[in-house]
């Protein structure tokens, strides 16, 4: 009898060899995901390659800043356009309503918005039991997006509908003649990361106990305090959170100019839609990190939705990136379109600058004018020289070319509020409407604080390219 067992089970598993199609050689998992690379929305394609980044013209102010280095940078999506207004809107309303489906949610009283969890599944799995029974409610609860909001206050449903709802709004006590406006104040995004620099660190980097010579019965463990506030450290030890006000500073367009009327900027640059194809500004460094964040999840959720790999995360470029970008495939040269004049040989200025004193309309602009305004650069983007100046990732250091790495360059601080103000300096690029040339030239270098919203300075957002070039798909 165990000899007759042994032959049916030397017999399955004979069969089940026979079943495998790699023969035992080593071919790779099967019936992985098949994936070709889609052009994000509104961006275009940046291709790997190598330039001189810094000065290919004399250092006029003499800073020292931007010495000449030799660099390569991978490929990557760029954004054509700078982030519009309406753009940015999308973000500040998505916020909006997913505070408001957050408040109707957690009041019961409110039926059909209730919180997407296994409790509430129609046929729930041995997962969702399990996830009902260990998981904390932050990760087996989502918000429902599928009932419509009803902000129409003539047609609110219930008086607890209508209590949430008002609450979102400025009280009346500050409601100027009385106007309902939304409480921008309350408009707050929550987002987390993984800080990849910290947990790079070879100290803390994961200890493996294979045979548990400590006996606390586990296999590996993290020194301890990776998180100030964590005695015990563990994986977790390496996230990050942040909550950041989404709605742009009005006030900066008056802020940012003494002596000068501007009240009109404020009324109505960011709210107006004669404005809605114009780049956003009163944009801090952490709100446009923000967007990138959310415009990640925003996107992925859906591809997940659908069953679709996710793709790369929407970030802001390194100064690296950014430069080789506005150089447009063209190397040594002063200003993105290629040349050396901010002006063409018909006398046409070429950006939207401040190009003489006190006159900032020979150009035909004003203040920052539309996205798609003037000529784009070699790689189809448009206005890599003036209207507004544009974030980068990069911490901003005088001497960092002297030091980055020619593979990729970059330097990431990620500074706290308890930090120094020199520590919060971010690179800017490209100048802006009130700028003169010198600004546009795409090596000259500037900085702005990260917790500071300019009327000048917007952004645009990139993704890095997963393989080597588009050709190879």
Same mark, same amino acid.
């Given at each position: ?5 042994? @032959? ?39 291709? &790997? ?8 013209? &004399? ?9 000449? /280095? ?6 990557? @999506? ?72 009803? $902000? ?45 620099? /910290? ?53 900066? $367009? ?30 801090? $460094?952490? &709100? ?5 964040? @959310?415009?990640? /999840? ?142 546009? &030239? ?28 588009? /050709?190879?798909?």
């Amino acid at each position: 009898m165990v000899r007759a067992t042994s @032959w049916l089970l030397l017999a399955g598993f004979v069969l089940s060899s026979c079943r495998s199609s790699d023969h035992g050689e080593l071919v790779g998992v099967k019936d992985r995901p098949r994936w070709y690379p889609s052009e994000p929305y509104g961006m275009v394609f940046i291709r &790997q390659g190598s330039f001189n980044m810094g000065n290919a013209d &004399q250092d006029v102010p003499y800073a020292q800043i931007s010495p000449t /280095k030799t660099v390569s940078v991978p490929a990557f @999506w760029m954004d054509q356009t700078e982030i519009t207004n309406n753009e940015y809107r999308q973000f500040v309303e998505w916020v909006r309503d997913s505070i408001l489906r957050y408040r109707l949610a957690e009041n019961e009283d409110v039926p059909g918005y209730e919180f997407i969890s296994p409790e509430t599944s129609r046929r729930p799995t041995f997962l969702d039991e399990y996830m009902e029974n260990n998981y904390p409610d932050s990760m087996k609860r989502s918000l429902n997006w599928e009932p419509r909001l009803i $902000w129409d206050p003539r047609k609110y449903p219930s008086e607890e509908y209508t209590q949430i709802i008002e609450s979102m709004y400025l009280p009346p006590e500050e409601r100027f003649m009385g106007e309902r406006i939304i409480d921008a104040r309350q408009l707050n995004y929550v987002f987390f990361w993984i800080n990849k620099q /910290k947990a790079a660190q070879k100290s803390n980097r994961v200890l493996f106990d294979f045979y548990d010579d400590d006996n606390d019965g586990k296999k590996f463990s993290y020194r301890d305090y990776i998180k100030e506030t964590k005695e015990e450290s563990d994986r977790s030890s390496f996230f990050e959170q942040s909550v950041i006000n989404v709605y742009p500073d009005t006030l900066c $367009w008056i802020h940012d100019f003494v002596y000068s009327f501007n009240e009109h900027m404020h009324d109505d640059y960011f709210y107006h839609p004669a404005y809605d194809d114009y780049p956003v500004v009163g944009i801090t $460094w952490k &709100q446009a990190r923000a967007f990138c964040n @959310w415009r990640t /999840k925003y996107r992925n959720d859906y591809l997940v939705s659908i069953g679709e790999p996710k793709e790369k995360e929407f970030r802001l470029p390194t100064e690296a990136e950014w430069e080789y970008a506005a150089r447009g495939g063209i190397n040594n040269m002063t200003y993105p379109w290629g040349g050396p004049y901010a002006i063409n040989s018909s006398g046409c200025y070429l950006a939207n600058f401040k190009p003489m004193r006190g006159n900032l309309t020979a150009d035909g602009g004003f203040y920052p004018v539309k996205v798609t305004a003037y000529n784009p650069n070699g790689f189809n983007l448009f206005n890599m020289a003036g209207n507004v100046a544009e974030w980068t990732s990069t911490a901003f250091d005088a001497a960092s070319y002297y030091y980055v790495s020619d593979i990729s360059p970059d330097f990431q601080y990620n500074a706290s509020d308890r930090d120094d103000e020199t520590l919060k300096r971010k690179v800017i690029r490209g100048g802006s409407w009130k700028d003169v040339a010198y600004y546009l &030239q795409v090596s000259t270098r500037d900085f702005e604080y990260q917790d500071t919203a300019k009327s000048y300075v917007g952004f645009r957002c990139v993704q890095s390219f997963l393989g080597r070039d588009l /050709k190879d798909f």
